[in-house]
Every structure is written in structure tokens, then in C-alpha cells.
């Protein structure tokens, strides 16, 4: 069966500061992978979409990129975290262009 | 760009109760999904309905893709304690170039009191 990883779960860190956060599937090959931006309790805005290694498409304008250095890894990156990026982190994979099956968020909190 | 206006906001019932969560829009999908968060976690996927007019049920819920593939519904019969959480419905974008990218609805919360 496939599962999917995301980590860290909860992240702190100060303004200007990099991040990284990494998601991991198992179980199957060359994934479709998502990440995503959720407001508390509200629903999820797309960032970034890959359909293959090396092939990543930014959805918004932002001060995040992402990138896919390997069939089954989705890495999300920052050179200068900014207030405004505090939020819950979700990754996702798809098999089809249908549903998505998400991985259990990492909680980023900028101060 | 495609939005997916999701209905209510909020939902606060007692249990036994019945309800009806509502996802509208003015574009077509080629499906569209119902998923279920519990706070501090992913969403977890209940549904995909991919024919227009399909109904598909799930014990006590109940999921209707309209005809024309631009609204949605979630009936839930006999509430719960258990189905509180924040529902979300999704809609995947049709066309070629689509590559899977789903459009979200802004969530229901629902609260099911004992």
C-alpha cells in the first residue's frame, strides 16, 4: 500500500531565517505530487505541482520553491522565511488526475 | 480560474440530526471529491464522483454529482458526534493540461453536539 510522509510536523522559526520541508512517498512510482498552503480551519490553496523529476510548476507568486530531486520526493524551500508564510504545509500524491491522497501536514510558525 | 463556492461556512446541529453541505460553480470538472480533516491533520479522502447526476453513499453519508458536473452535494443522515470535523469538496480541473490540479471549496466546519 502507499503511504506518505511529511517532516518536521511542527516547525518554528524566525523571520529571514530558510526552510526546508520535505514529503516521501512509498509504495508507487512517478507520482503526481502537490503541495499545498491551508488557513486554519479553511480550505487549501495550490503552490507547486510536479508531474515528473525535475518538472516543477509554481501555481502562485510567492517567496517559496520547491523542488523534486527524486521520483518519490517533494521538498519545499525557503531562502527567507517571511511572516506571511505561517500556515499548515500539506503534501499530497496522486495516482490519476482525480483524487489526491494527502500526507499529515507539518505546522510552520513564523516569528 | 475556476472557484468552487462551498456552503455553509459553519454547521452547528445535534446529534440525530440531518444536514446538507453544498459545493457550487460556474465550471465544469471532470470529478469531484469530498474529503474529511480532523484538526492538525491531512484531509482524508471520502469520495470521487466523476458522472454527472451520480449519487454514491457511504453508510449514513450521502454524495450527488450534478448533471452538469458544476455542483456538488453531502447529505448526512443521523448525525454524529463522530462526523465533526471540517468537510472539504474539491473539484478536478478538466483538459489536458489540467495535471490532476484540484480547486478547493472553502471548507465546511461542523460541530455535531451529543
Known amino acids: 500500500s502507499q503511504t506518505i510522509h511529511q517532516w518536521p510536523a511542527t516547525l518554528v522559526q524566525p523571520v529571514g531565517s530558510p526552510l526546508s520541508l520535505e514529503c516521501t512517498v512509498e509504495?508507487?512510482?512517478?507520482?503526481?505530487l502537490y503541495w499545498y498552503r491551508q488557513a486554519a480551519g479553511r480550505g487549501l490553496q495550490l503552490l507547486f505541482y510536479?508531474?515528473?523529476?525535475?518538472?516543477i510548476s509554481s501555481e502562485v507568486p510567492q517567496n517559496l520553491s520547491a523542488s523534486r530531486p527524486q521520483d518519490r520526493q517533494f521538498i519545499l524551500s525557503s531562502k527567507k522565511l517571511l511572516l506571511s508564510d505561517s500556515g499548515f504545509y500539506l503534501c499530497a500524491w496522486s495516482p490519476t488526475y482525480n483524487e489526491q491522497f494527502f500526507g499529515p501536514g507539518t505546522r510552520l510558525t513564523v516569528l | 480560474t475556476q472557484l468552487l463556492e462551498q456552503s455553509p461556512q459553519f454547521l452547528s446541529i445535534q446529534e440525530g440530526e440531518n444536514l446538507t453541505v453544498y459545493c457550487n460553480s460556474s465550471s465544469v470538472f471532470s470529478s469531484l471529491q469530498w474529503y474529511r480533516q480532523e484538526p492538525g491533520e491531512g484531509p482524508v479522502l471520502l469520495v470521487t464522483?466523476?458522472?454527472?447526476?451520480e449519487v454514491k453513499k457511504l453508510k449514513r453519508l450521502t454524495f450527488q454529482f450534478g448533471d452538469a458536473r458544476k455542483d456538488s452535494s453531502l447529505h448526512i443522515t443521523a448525525a454524529q458526534p463522530g462526523d465533526t470535523g471540517l468537510y472539504l469538496c474539491?473539484?478536478?480541473?478538466?483538459?489536458?493540461?489540467?495535471?490532476?490540479?484540484?480547486?478547493f471549496g472553502q471548507g465546511t466546519i461542523l460541530t455535531v453536539h451529543p
Open positions: 474539491a473539484g478536478a480541473r478538466a483538459g489536458g493540461t489540467s495535471y490532476g490540479k484540484l480547486t
Open positions: 510536479s508531474v515528473g523529476i525535475g518538472q
Open positions: 464522483v466523476v458522472t454527472g447526476g
Open positions: 509504495g508507487t512510482s512517478n507520482p503526481n
